[in-house]
């Protein structure tokens, strides 16, 4: 079975504060995704990675960086958190044109 | 005009109902459908891949593809409660990110 596993599942930041979010994945997947999922907007991409210290943005990058380091790993980083990035943030991985996983979310409050 | 629309519902039908969960899109390019069900505040879980025109059925689930009305739907038989969920559709082309519909909200009320 993939799995996609996600750093916290609820996380409590305050303005300002610099965020980290990670996620793993455990099938050699080359690609790696992060979205935001909010209200009547759907899925939102951040960016995502082709490979290991490779990174494209996606829709809505601002405020966000990534990192790549190792293939099985890509953090997504609030460089200073706003509360307008409160959100539930998903990860996701794939091979290929192959099925694309998802993580269970972090939802994130930014106070 | 979004590429992928879907209609985001919500709809209500009573258990034993057949369910169809549509959207269509605009670019001719993408290829390879996807499926997913999300649970209130949980990640979205693969339901159904489809690679082709025509269907493909797991268990109460069956998927549909028109590429030529560029259309795909997803039906549920024998709807459960249990089945009450946001669906989403994704469809994509070579190994670019995935364009995903923004959801229908179903519940299935016993």
């Known amino acids: 079975d993939v799995k996609v596993t996600q750093s916290s599942r609820y996380l409590v930041k305050r303005t300002g504060e610099k965020v980290f979010l990670e996620c793993v994945q455990d099938?050699?997947?080359?690609?790696m995704f992060w979205y935001r999922q909010d209200p009547g907007l759907g899925l939102r991409l951040i960016y995502f990675?082709?490979?290991?210290?490779?990174?494209e943005k996606g829709d809505i990058p601002e405020g966000y960086s990534v990192s790549r380091e190792k293939k099985e790993r890509f953090s997504l980083i609030l460089e200073s958190a706003s509360t307008n990035q409160t959100s539930m943030y998903l990860c996701?991985?794939?091979?290929?044109?192959?099925?694309?996983?998802f993580g269970p979310g972090t939802r994130l409050t930014v106070l | 005009q979004k590429e992928v629309e879907q209609d985001p519902g919500p709809l209500s039908v009573p258990e034993g109902a057949i369910v169809s969960l549509n959207c269509t899109y605009s670019?001719?390019?993408?290829?390879?459908f996807m499926w997913y069900r999300q649970y209130s505040r949980k990640g979205p879980e693969l339901l159904m891949y489809?690679?082709?025109?025509g269907n493909k059925e797991d268990g109460r689930f069956t998927a549909q593809v028109d590429k030529s009305s560029k259309y795909i739907s997803l039906f549920i038989r024998d709807s459960q409660p249990s089945d009450s969920a946001t669906y989403l559709c994704?469809?994509?082309?070579?190994?670019?990110?995935?364009?995903f519909g923004k959801g229908t909200s179903l519940l299935v009320t016993p």
């Open positions: 099938m050699d997947h080359e690609n």
């Open positions: 994704a469809m994509g082309h070579s190994g670019y990110a995935l364009n």
């Open positions: 990675s082709y490979d290991v210290k490779m990174k």
């Open positions: 996701a991985s794939r091979r290929g044109t192959d099925t694309q996983y």
């Open positions: 489809t690679y082709s025109s």
């Open positions: 670019n001719s390019a993408f290829q390879y």
